[in-house]
């Protein structure tokens, strides 16, 4: 998937620890791409339709993106289908 063409992400780069899990809600089918953070709270909105595995990739590289790293060290660990998903850090 392409990099997310984003502007002002915040820096998530203290997520990047081996094991760490990353948790967000999701917002699929949104009018802008966009990645919040408020405390320790996550939120993503992404344009693609919930389809196929689409919106999960697109928050998978917006993660990715923000916290510096590649999409593949990026794995989704729950929520596969719902709006609140967990994201481990491979490392």
């Given at each position: 998937?392409?990099?997310?063409?984003?502007?002002?992400?915040?820096?998530?780069?203290?997520?990047?620890?081996?094991?760490?899990?990353?948790?967000?809600?999701?917002?699929?089918?949104?009018?802008?791409?966009?990645?919040?953070?408020?405390?320790?709270?996550?939120?993503?909105?992404?344009?693609?339709?919930?389809?196929?595995?689409k919106a999960n990739a697109a928050v998978q590289a917006l993660l990715a993106a923000a916290m510096?790293?590649?999409?593949?060290?990026?794995?989704?660990?729950?929520?596969?289908?719902?709006?609140?998903?967990?994201?481990?850090?491979?490392?």
């Open positions: 998937m392409a990099k997310p063409k984003i502007r002002n992400l915040p820096d998530l780069s203290d997520f990047a620890r081996p094991g760490a899990e990353i948790a967000l809600r999701v917002t699929p089918k949104a009018a802008r791409t966009s990645l919040t953070r408020d405390g320790d709270a996550l939120r993503a909105t992404v344009t693609v339709a919930p389809e196929n595995g510096g790293v590649a999409p593949s060290r990026l794995e989704i660990r729950r929520g596969q289908t719902a709006r609140d998903k967990v994201f481990v850090f491979l490392g």
